[in-house]
């Protein structure tokens, strides 16, 4: 056999073989043309969220959120914090403005896909959940910027997967300093 014949048939033989081994990963109507089309994952499902306890001023722990369009303190209850195997990093956040008036909210943050969703909203001591939640894209600006300032220095991986929990007390008691993102 020469030289180039044997190149050639060991051509076609990792084309036979890269084909077979990738053939029940491919979608069934999809003919091999050296681009593999993977079939899609399960749809994700979201956990039911269970409403926490009533943030205790104790519990709260200060969040330094430095940026210009957040006017406010805020503040999250480390006993509501929760990184869960839906992916979802679910929190009680007390937003405290200046004359001292507090805003508590229960929501989560999708990191995989930069979403949130807001569960409850808090006032007289208890939470009150929403009717009818919904997964919104994090904010760009505005009032609600605090959420893409939470997921992208506090709670999310740069690779956009959900942090542990000791990991986000640790970037929240550093100021989220000490990390890269």
């Known amino acids: 056999m020469s030289t180039a014949s044997l190149f050639f048939t060991k051509r076609l033989l ?23 089309r993977f079939l899609p994952g399960p749809e994700w ?3 039911n969220a269970v409403l926490p306890a009533y943030p ?4 709260l722990v200060e969040v330094a959120l430095d940026h210009p369009e957040v ?8 006993k509501a914090l929760s990184s869960d195997e839906d992916g979802v990093v679910r929190y009680t956040a007390v ?12 929501e989560g943050i999708r ?19 929403l009717a009818d939640p919904r997964w919104e894209e994090l904010p760009q600006y505005g009032e609600g910027l605090y959420r893409r300032v939470l ?11 959900p942090l542990k929990v000791r990991q986000i007390l640790g ?3 550093t100021g989220a300093e000490e990390f890269e993102y």
Request: hydrophobic share 35%; with cysteine.
């Open 151 to 161: 997921a992208e220095y506090y709670m999310c991986s740069a690779s956009r997967l």
């Open 56 to 59: 205790r001023d104790g519990n």
């Open 95 to 106: 937003l405290e403005s200046r004359a001292g008036t507090r805003n508590v909210i229960y």
């Open 171 to 173: 970037r929240v008691s």
């Open 14 to 36: 990792a084309a036979l073989l890269a084909g077979s081994v990738l053939s029940p990963c491919l979608a069934e109507d999809d003919a091999f043309d050296g681009i593999p």
């Open 45 to 47: 499902q979201e956990q």
């Open 111 to 129: 990191c995989s896909n930069g979403s949130y969703k807001q569960y409850a909203f808090g006032g007289n001591g208890r939470l009150d959940p």
């Open 71 to 78: 006017t406010y303190r805020v503040l999250l209850d480390r």
